[in-house]
């Protein structure tokens, strides 16, 4: 069963422009990762947040967790045609079985 | 670094024929995983195999089977295809000094599977 839910499905964007995608899970966590998929191509990891974490940067990228909300989101600042992906967030359940559990996924476009 | 290295890109098999996904990872990880990805449906984890010698069933093994040959491969078969087995399956592979969820993995480039 899915543990992470990405909100929204699908977001259009223009180039320049930030773009913010949400990850929700239903249990609790040690630490949630993001990942991104080029058409056609494997995943590929951006970033992990520890649960004890609340917010964390690598370039372009800005991840918060919310704990108490069971949330987290990815902000990408000034977006490139390159960014054009799908965004998948991944979690493991503290205390559960040692797996990691993807989300549905964003696919997001950045139009030039 | 050829990373994850997963084949054959591309298959179309008939129902009930059989045939092994090729995985080898050059980066010296403990674990690797076999996940299948349905439009819609995110990553579902098949099988993993936290060290070479032992292999655990993921969310959906129904249908398949692996083997890890040594620290380096990991394949998957597919004993007798069925039309639901059709889908792109990935490799991946983690160091894992811990928890899974503490490690990032690495993936390969994927298998376009289909199933008539």
């Known amino acids: 069963s899915q543990q992470g839910e990405e909100d929204p499905q699908a977001l259009s964007i223009q180039e320049g422009e930030n773009a913010t995608m949400n990850c929700s899970y239903k249990?609790?966590?040690?630490?949630l990762q993001w990942y991104r998929q080029n058409s056609g191509r494997g995943l590929v990891h951006l970033i992990l947040?520890?649960?004890?974490?609340r917010e964390k940067h690598s370039g372009r990228l800005r991840v918060t967790l919310d704990t108490s909300k069971k949330s987290s989101s990815l902000l990408i600042t000034a977006s490139r045609a390159a960014d054009t992906a799908s965004y998948f967030c991944a979690t493991g359940r503290r205390g559960g079985s040692e797996k990691l559990v993807f989300g549905k996924g964003t696919k997001l476009t950045v139009n030039p | 670094n050829a990373g994850v290295t997963q084949t054959p890109k591309f298959q179309v098999l008939k129902t009930g024929q059989s045939m092994t996904l090729q995985c080898a990872q050059d980066m010296n990880h403990n674990s690797m995983y076999w996940y299948r990805q349905d439009p819609g449906m995110g990553l579902r984890l098949i099988y993993y195999s936290a060290s070479e010698g032992t292999t655990d069933k993921g969310e959906v093994p129904n249908g398949y089977n692996v083997s890890r040959l040594n620290k380096r491969e990991f394949s998957l078969r597919l004993e007798s295809a069925a039309p639901s087995q059709t889908s792109v399956y990935f490799c991946?592979?983690?160091?894992?000094?811990?928890?899974?969820?503490?490690?990032?993995?690495?993936f390969g480039s994927g298998t376009q599977l289909s199933v008539l």
């Open positions: 947040i520890r649960s004890n974490e």
């Open positions: 991946a592979s983690s160091e894992i000094r811990g928890r899974i969820d503490n490690e990032k993995l690495f």
């Open positions: 249990t609790s966590i040690n630490n």
